[in-house]
């Protein structure tokens, strides 16, 4: 078999249409799932169109289309608006289009006036088990709710506000992932036109952080570190994943000895947490920690590889015991990171590593509830924009969605038995499971073949890194102090002069860090 290093990459895939140091890249012609699929709407771009000179700027079409498709998923729960949530324990499960927004309502006090964290609710769960920044978009919604009329009319009224405010989230996503990766506005489109994406975005309000951190990467791509630690502060006060990408902001720094953008961004975020939790910490404790006991003490739940297992044992794991577990395969997946981000022949690229590192926490926690894909859509857009992985992943995420509403609707409907039983729901799993560790896979495969990169073989370096994109090394380990010859540059007859991004100057030291 031959090896990387003597096998040109056309054996492998198709060698793109690379554009011009400077000049947009343009997806129907390096991609050709991209290509295949324009010929909807007239066939690939030609050699000479005249692109920027309307109102139709790529960052505009890819927000409209963005919209559209959340309106597209809207109408998909229109049976559950109408009667699902309301009426009969399966029907929201038939239908596939559950959603935690309108029975929160009521479930948590909202109906009823009651002020998230420092009201007690009545029944097991006694404060809003959400994080302090999402707990108001929830109470701001309510109060763009009219709180007169049935109950049934109240919550679809609040379901609605709700979805108008995620619809700006939405929208504010695909723009934010057009504008990261300056020369690839495009690929914002695999944001807008993401299957997943629609279906799940009005499950839960998983879309607020997915926003702020999107907004959080935009900002770090364009040199603005302190910017970018203020909003992943804002986005880790909404949800907990976005805190994960400081992990390998970490490495990369350090490699590239980066210091001084790296704790002005970690500055940022703690203070911008604080500034959130700091004064629902101290004047309501027991609602404020309700988010972080509540994560802790639950037991196994939907969509992990521990339900498999608690399924199919007589002795399944204990809540301590997958805890436990589960935090030393995160540990061990940052070390994983950290030991590739030194060795790699080049410096992986930051979006390639936040994807890496928040795939790996959703892989092996104990829960994954179906709109956590969203955390993964604008990282994975970012780190491998090829057309075709992924269709793949997406394809995954879209048959577990459906087989965790036909398991639902199975274990809701009696003697009936509607659905999809137990096995089958594990197979949903292992494929979402599966698919994940392809792309996953892929993106490791392009840090260890920076060639296969379709992002530095258009002829950037890091258009996502800010500071480090284009930066000396000042820390390498093994195999990055030597690479391959097939990764040490890129072809200078193809890209221009050459330019050895990532790689150590002749004044750099060899090992050892600044």
């Known amino acids: 078999m031959p090896s990387a ?15 011009a140091r400077g000049e947009p890249v343009r997806p129907t012609r390096e991609d050709e799932v991209a290509a295949a699929g324009s010929e909807l709407i007239g066939g690939p771009v030609g050699r000479r169109a005249l692109l920027g000179t309307s109102w139709w700027t790529p960052v505009r079409i890819v927000a409209l289309v963005a919209i559209g498709m959340f309106a597209l998923g809207l109408v998909q729960k229109a049976p559950c608006y109408h009667s699902g949530w309301f009426f009969g324990a399966s029907s929201q499960y038939t239908h596939a289009c559950y959603s935690d927004i309108p029975h929160l309502y009521q479930g948590r006090g909202f109906s009823d006036g009651l002020v998230p964290y420092f009201d007690r609710l009545q029944g097991d769960m006694q404060y809003l088990e959400y994080p302090v920044l999402t707990g108001v978009f929830m109470e701001v919604a309510s109060w763009l709710t009219p ?9 679809q009224w609040y379901w609605f506000a709700n979805a108008g405010m995620l619809m700006v989230c939405a929208a504010v996503i695909a723009v934010c992932v057009a504008r990261t990766h300056a020369r690839r506005p495009w690929d914002g489109l ?10 799940t975005a009005t499950i839960n309000w998983d879309l607020l952080a997915v926003a702020l951190t999107a907004a959080a990467m935009l900002m770090w791509a364009r040199g603005r ?5 203020v909003l992943l502060g804002l986005a880790t006060a909404a949800k907990l994943y976005p805190v994960f990408l400081l992990g390998p902001l970490l490495v990369l720094c350090w490699r590239a000895g980066r210091w001084r ?11 911008a947490w604080l500034a959130v939790n700091l004064p629902v910490m101290v004047f309501a404790f027991d609602g404020w920690s309700k988010f972080y006991t509540f994560s802790h003490d639950r037991g196994v739940d939907f969509g992990s590889f521990w339900l498999i297992w608690a399924q199919n044992s007589s002795n ?13 395969l995160v540990a061990l997946s940052f070390v994983g990171i950290a030991v590739l981000t030194f060795t790699a022949p080049r410096r992986p690229r930051f979006a390639q590593l936040a994807f890496l590192m928040v795939a790996a926490f959703i892989v092996t926690n104990k829960v994954y509830s179906p709109q956590y894909v969203l955390w993964l859509v ?10 075709r992985d992924f269709l793949i992943w997406q394809a995954c995420e879209v048959a577990y969605f459906l087989g965790i509403w036909m398991y639902l609707a199975y274990t809701t409907s009696g003697d009936a038995h509607k659905g999809l039983p137990t096995h089958g729901y594990q197979w949903a799993i292992a494929l979402h499971l599966l698919g994940t560790l392809y792309l996953c896979a892929v993106v490791v495969r392009d840090i260890l073949m920076p060639e296969r990169d379709v992002v530095r073989r258009s002829g950037d370096d890091d258009p996502s890194g800010g500071v480090l994109d284009g930066a000396e090394d000042v820390f390498v380990l093994g195999p990055a102090a030597h690479p391959p010859r097939h990764a040490a540059h890129l072809e200078p007859a193809a890209y221009g002069p050459q330019v050895d991004w990532g790689g150590r100057g002749p004044d750099s030291p060899t090992h050892g860090s600044h």
């Open 316 to 328: 399944p794991p204990t809540t301590d015991t997958v805890n436990f577990f589960a935090t030393l």
């Open 190 to 199: 695999l944001i807008a036109l993401a299957p997943a994406f629609a279906l």
């Open 5 to 19: 290093e003597t096998t040109p990459a056309s054996v492998h895939e198709p060698e793109p249409v690379r554009p």
């Open 225 to 229: 570190p302190l910017a970018f630690g």
């Open 261 to 271: 953008e790296y704790f002005t961004a970690v500055g940022g975020a703690v203070a």
């Open 147 to 155: 709180h007169s009329g049935s109950i049934q009319h109240q919550e």
């Open 378 to 387: 604008p990282l994975a857009v970012l780190a491998r924009p090829k057309w």
